[in-house]
Structure formats: C-alpha cells, structure tokens
C-alpha cells in the first residue's frame, strides 16, 4: 500500500510570495494528482503527472520518478489561492483495483 | 464547475441507520470512484465501479456498498451506520478504465451521524 506524505500540513504567506508545497510516497506509481480543495468540500483537479513538469497559469507541477517526490509550486500568490491543497497517487496496477491514495492535505492561507 | 453533482448536500443520521448516498456523472464517464474524508484527513478509497460493476475496493466492510446505473448515476448504500461514518463522501468519475485517467469530483455530501 503506498503512503503519501505532504508537507507542509499548514502554510501561511503574504500574497505575492512563491509556494512550494512538497509531496513524497513510498511505492511506484503510475500517476500522480495535484487536487485543490476549498471550504465546503469541493474538489477541483489541478495536474496530473506521470513524468516532467505541467504548468497552467501560476501553477507548476513537477515529478521526479526516481526520488518518488513531487512538489506544487505557486507564483504571484493571491488570497483566492487560500485552500487545501491535497496529493494523490494511483499505484503501477493501475485502474480501479487501488483507487487514488491521498495525502492529508496541505492548508494554505495567503495573506493580502 | 466538473459536471457532477451529489445529492443532497447535508444528511443527518442516528445511529443503527441505513442511508443512500447519490451521485450523476457526465455523459459518458463510465468509472465511478467513491471516498470518505473524515474531518481534517485525506480521503479514503471506498470502491470504484465500472460499467455497472464493482472492480476494486479499499478498506471498508460489506456494510458500504453501491449501485451504477445506464445513466451514468450511482449510489453509495451505508448499512448499520456507525459514529465514525460521519464524513465528507466524495464522488469522483473519470471516462474509461485507464491507468491515469483525470477524474472529476462531486462537491460531496456531509453525512453527520448521531
């Protein structure tokens, strides 16, 4: 079974600052997910990796495969970027047999 | 906005109760997953169906279970309801049976079990 380790658990900045959020697990995976999730519980779907970097607007994703390490990155952060940001992989089986394993979650609250 | 919706939104229980949780997916998302996120946790894996059929499942006894329909709605069945079941459930659906496929998740419902 993987374990999916976040850190930070909890990250305050000022807005304009430049976040990482880091994530590690413990087996091979087939793919990884950077999710977003806000108060109320929803759940949007930011990246999802398997090699490399992805970036979308602010964001940036990357992975290294070999050290099964993956960070978040954010630039010119804003106060709406405030949210839990959650890690989560899908192990080398793949498919439906394991479902996603998650990360607790880093909260992140940007300052204005 | 994912295009999946969860009914209803807020749901209290007591304990020793049954409740039927549900989900409506986009057209053409064959795969549902469900989770249960307890305060403050990530989520768990519950099951996942595929075309109708359960094809994995983490951790949880018999007591969960569920339902796909033609549609592309499911349910999530909760039996003899516990204190602990109390949770944010999470439904999640993606298109086909792939390795790394995007999935799509609801808003949740917040089940309170008293």
């Known amino acids: 079974k993987n374990e999916v380790e976040q850190s930070p658990q909890n990250l305050t900045a000022q807005e304009g600052e430049f976040i990482t959020i880091n994530c590690s697990y413990s087996?091979?995976?087939?793919?990884l997910h950077w999710l977003q999730q806000h108060p109320g519980g929803g759940i949007v779907s930011l990246f999802m990796?398997?090699?490399g970097k992805k970036k979308h607007g602010r964001l940036i994703a990357t992975i290294n495969i070999q050290e099964k390490h993956s960070s978040l990155h954010i630039t010119a952060s804003h106060p709406r970027d405030s949210a839990v940001y959650i890690c989560?992989?899908?192990?080398?089986?793949?498919?439906?047999?394991?479902?996603?394993?998650f990360g607790k979650g880093t909260h992140l609250i940007i300052q204005p | 906005e994912t295009g999946v919706t969860q009914s209803p939104t807020h749901l209290i229980k007591t304990r020793g109760q049954q409740v039927t949780l549900r989900c409506s997916s986009q057209s053409g998302h064959n795969t549902v997953s469900w989770y249960q996120q307890a305060l403050g946790q990530g989520p768990q894996f519950i099951f996942q169906y595929y075309r109708e059929e359960e094809n994995g499942r983490g951790n949880f006894p018999p007591r969960f279970s569920g339902l796909q329909f033609p549609n592309y709605s499911s349910e999530l069945n909760v039996n003899a309801l516990e204190l602990d079941d109390s949770a944010l459930y999470l439904c999640a659906s993606s298109v086909g049976q792939g390795l790394a496929e995007t999935q799509y998740f609801g808003p949740g419902t917040r089940l309170l079990v008293l």
């Open positions: 990796l398997s090699s």
């Open positions: 989560a992989v899908r192990g080398r089986t793949g498919g439906g047999a394991d479902g996603l394993t």
């Open positions: 087996v091979g995976i087939s793919a």
